[in-house]
């Protein structure tokens, strides 16, 4: 793919609220398309000289003047390019996926989730869910905001918008919707069942999402996400220290202990196992690799870190 996303019609500065962000309006929100009506507005002038007292209505084109407007000129090659930066980010994350797709492996992830399945003690996930209950008011208003706003957060590491850093912003979109292509794929295959399934004492506070529980989406988006603006952002935004062993470690860097956080407090929520967030984990390190590979996304990158 040769065209690149820009920032058009970017109408707000998260994931959920850029206009034309996605079918039926903003992305996944089902809200009102930006719309443009065009009624019958009076003319500037009466037409007096014809004896009237009263403002013709125009339409579009305008009707009380002849009107003879040009065209841009058209070229042999105009039908062949829609403006770079008229792409959306939402709409050109989904088209990266038909890229990434096309990277060996992207399908095998399979044995490496389903070893972190087999090994989860369901009963001692629930009950470690349970005990985090006493955490929700903490982190209620937060973890709602989370909900569709995980770009939002992120745009706070070392602040940018849509406006400021396009390139960067259309990387984290891209972060974000291959995740969710990512997790849903391994989500039908998976099909595990949500905890509060089995524990009444969980009463998430949310309508548990409509699709399996493993892996989970927030994590493996949230991760993917610290990966893509780690390549091109400042090193403060993800350098970190090891406790431990007093080395350098991204682990413990700001997009990764951002991204830990988004993924746990949807465990407080009661809507996502722990193993469910380390699977998230692991397929956003594995995918990390293979998106990178994608011309498209290579593209962006190299222009993303340009505006830092």
Not at 72 to 92: E, G, L, N
Not at 250 to 258: D, E, I, K, M, T
Request: aromatic share 10%; with cysteine.
């Amino acid at each position: 793919m040769a065209r690149m996303i820009g920032a058009a019609d970017m109408g707000s500065v998260d994931d959920m609220g850029a206009i034309d962000n996605g079918p039926g309006g903003t992305a996944a929100t089902g809200s009102t398309p930006n719309v443009r009506p065009i009624g019958v507005s009076p003319a500037v002038h009466k037409q007096e000289a014809m004896g009237e007292d009263w403002w013709r209505g125009n339409k579009w084109p305008p009707t009380d003047v002849p009107t003879n407007w040009h065209y841009v000129p058209i070229t042999r090659t105009s039908k062949d390019a829609f403006p770079d930066q008229s792409w959306t980010p939402y709409w050109y994350s989904i088209a990266v996926i038909g890229e990434f797709v096309k990277q060996a492996g992207w399908d095998g992830f399979e044995h490496q989730l389903r070893a972190i399945l087999d090994a989860a003690d369901l009963k001692q996930e629930i009950d470690e869910l349970v005990a985090l209950i006493d955490y929700r008011a903490g982190v209620m208003t937060e973890a709602l905001a989370q909900c569709d706003n995980i770009i939002g957060y992120f745009r706070g590491v070392l602040s940018f918008t849509p406006y400021s850093h396009p390139w960067t912003y259309g990387l984290a979109m891209i972060a974000l919707r291959v995740g969710e292509f990512q997790v849903m794929h391994y989500k039908a295959r998976f099909n595990r069942p949500r905890a509060s399934r089995f524990a009444p004492a969980l009463m998430p506070p949310i309508e548990p999402p409509g699709h399996a529980s493993f892996p989970s989406g927030h994590s493996t988006q949230s991760h993917l996400m610290a990966l893509c603006l780690a390549e091109v952002m400042p090193k403060a935004a993800s350098n970190g220290t090891n406790p431990d062993t007093g080395q350098p470690d991204p682990a413990f860097g700001p997009l990764q202990r951002l991204a830990e956080r988004v993924a746990r407090n949807r465990e407080v929520l009661g809507v996502h196992y722990p193993s469910d967030s380390e699977a998230g984990r692991r397929l956003a390190l594995g995918t990390f690799p293979l998106l990178m590979k994608c011309p498209t996304v290579h593209t962006i990158a190299d222009r993303a870190r340009s505006e830092w």
